[in-house]
């Protein structure tokens, strides 16, 4: 398990919920990122420039952060298919739900919405359990 590292997660936070904040105020948007990613396709006049520049921003901000540290962090011994799936799961999961933890937990809690109110521990309950039965039901299965 990583260091915790309670200063550069507050600091990180902070910088996301100011992020969505500005993007609530400035252009009136939830900063969900899969309802963001999905209006680039198709693209709509005049919505697809700031949508295109939150979506390119995000690597890009991960890119300058792992340039500061030195090289990037491995967070994942994970075999490329299994991270591929996951993120195919979680796509499809973020269509399901009718948003993502970034727009339900992030945005909607922040909001009150009784929708993110009921997302977001699903979500969580959803992550522990298969987190738990991936450790301790099927060890050595998928990793």
Known sequence: MAD???WSALGGGIL???AALLLLVALGRIAGISGIAS???PPRRGDAAWRL???LGLPMGAALWMQGQGGPVLASHAPSWQLALAGLL???GTRIGSGCTSGH???GLGRLSPRSMVAVP???ATAMMCVYAWRHLLP???W
Do not use: H, R
Request: hydrophobic share 65%; proline share 4%; aromatic share 12%.
């Open 122 to 124: 699903v979500f969580m």
């Open 53 to 55: 520049a939150f979506v």
């Open 16 to 18: 996301i919920g100011l």
């Open 4 to 6: 915790f590292t309670p």
């Open 90 to 92: 979680v796509g499809v």
């Open 39 to 41: 209006g680039l396709l």
């Open 140 to 142: 050595g299965v998928l």
């Open 105 to 107: 937990g992030v945005c």
